[in-house]
């Protein structure tokens, strides 16, 4: 996947896909960095957001589990 290298999170939520039996496996499988499928890590626990979250994210800053998260270009890049 060109580009995606650094994709944590996405959300499938009602397409198609998601209704295959093993889609998150695949998912996962595929896209290394991804954190959050789904609102849901890999092990399946649903990822709660708070209020800093949502502010954070309007200032171009995402943050997950204490890593914390920059844009860069067209992806989002680790700087912890």
């Known amino acids: ?3 995606l290298q650094n994709l944590v999170q996405l ?3 009602g397409c198609p896909i998601s209704e295959k039996s093993d889609y998150r496996e695949k998912i996962f499988s595929m ?3 991804l954190k959050i499928l789904d609102n849901q890590d ?3 626990n649903d990822v ?3 209020e800093d979250d949502e502010e954070g994210e ?3 800053e995402d ?3 204490g890593e914390e998260y920059e844009e860069e270009g ?3 890049r680790n700087i912890m």
Do not use: P
Request: aromatic share 16%.
């Open 1 to 3: 996947m060109v580009g």
């Open 11 to 13: 959300d499938l939520f």
């Open 31 to 33: 896209f290394k960095e």
């Open 42 to 44: 890999a092990q399946g």
């Open 48 to 50: 709660e957001y708070d």
């Open 58 to 60: 309007e200032e171009g």
């Open 63 to 65: 943050e997950y589990e």
């Open 74 to 76: 067209e992806g989002v």
